[in-house]
């Protein structure tokens, strides 16, 4: 006899399809990045509304290919590091492109602006397990930043300022 037989039986291991999908994983420096370049251009955007008291408000237009948007910006709160602000659209560029009603949190010491609460969701997480029951992505801060980065960049493109800067909304 030659030695032990060899067992040609594979191992047995869990299908690929079974495998749970790898965790995802915050990107950090990328949410700051944004965060950061959200800072400056709502700077560009609405500085003398940024720097004014609480209760102010700064209209907004915006025009691209003979359609216009409108959207007022308010000063919610005003400490002296942060600022918290709403940004909403008074009325849209097309029925199908719709801006949340975002707040905004400044960081004015380290010059950064995060969006805290989109449409009636506040206190937005970081990091949502997918699914969950409100089907938020596992990046929707991150998202919603971006959001607010895109439309800033499409409104120092195609924007302008519609009315000076006002104590109260009218009515």
């Known amino acids: 006899m030659r030695g032990t037989a060899r067992s040609t039986v594979p191992a047995l ?16 420096a990328g949410l700051q990045a944004v965060c950061e370049a959200n800072y400056r251009q709502l700077f560009k955007v609405a500085q003398d509304a940024l720097c004014a008291q609480k209760g102010s ?10 359609h216009s948007s409108k959207a007022h910006l308010e000063v919610l709160e005003q400490t002296r590091y942060t600022s918290l602000v709403a940004l909403s659209l008074t009325s849209r560029l097309h029925d199908w492109l719709t801006l949340p009603q975002m ?69």
């Open 13 to 28: 291991t869990a299908p690929s399809s079974i495998s749970r999908p790898a965790r995802y994983k915050m990107d950090l």
């Open 57 to 66: 408000v700064k209209l907004l237009s915006s025009e691209w290919m003979n």
């Open 103 to 171: 707040q905004i949190r400044l960081y004015h010491d380290v010059q950064m602006a995060e969006v805290v609460s989109a449409d009636h969701y506040r206190n937005l997480s970081a990091v949502y397990e997918y699914p969950n029951p409100a089907m938020h992505l596992p990046d929707e801060k991150h998202q919603l930043n971006l959001l607010l980065a895109e439309w800033l960049a499409h409104f120092l493109e195609t924007g302008l300022s519609t009315e000076p800067l006002s104590k109260k909304l009218p009515t």
